[in-house]
């Protein structure tokens, strides 16, 4: 019978673990309709950095890019429809007060981290190839405190 409790309390345990991650399916606290275009004149928008989830203990993400530490937000900080991305390289970068952390998730479900790219502690990702779509964007921190944040998103 103990065996039995074990597994109930394990299996609703992990899965409550399962929903304290990022995630795509929600829309983020803010939304854009950007174009390639638009974004040759850097955008700058406001945020609070951090979170409560730990990227590493979220299953579903796996970037192939950097393997730091991070905390994130369930909601994407931002999500925002991308058109007229042909032909253009997307910058997208992080200024903070702290030892912020990003995190992105593509239209075709690709994850992307980093943590301290763009120098002084703070990330930068480049997407070479960026399509038409929905691009989903959490500002973390390092250690999972909060701080006043800068994203910044530019094509080249």
């Not at 992990?14 to 950007?34: L, T």
Request: hydrophobic content about 35%.
């Amino acid at each position: 019978m103990r065996k039995v409790f074990t597994a109930i309390a394990l299996f609703f345990g992990m899965s409550a673990a399962a929903y304290a991650c990022p995630d795509p399916q929600q829309w983020g606290a803010e939304s854009y309709r950007v174009s390639g275009s638009q974004m040759r004149n850097q955008i700058e928008l406001n945020v609070v950095a951090g979170g409560e989830n730990y990227i590493w203990n979220c299953r579903h993400i796996r970037p192939g890019t950097d393997r730091g530490a991070g905390y994130f937000t369930t909601q994407p900080d931002f999500t925002f429809e991308l058109t007229g991305m042909n032909g253009y390289q997307l910058g997208i970068a992080v200024v903070s007060r702290c030892d912020s952390a990003l995190l992105i998730n593509t239209g075709s479900g690709s994850w992307f981290y980093d943590d301290d790219d763009n120098g002084d502690l703070d990330p930068r990702i480049l997407l070479t190839r960026p399509a038409n779509g929905y691009l989903d964007v959490w500002i973390g921190t390092y250690d999972g405190q909060y701080c006043d944040a800068t994203l910044l998103l530019k094509t080249y």
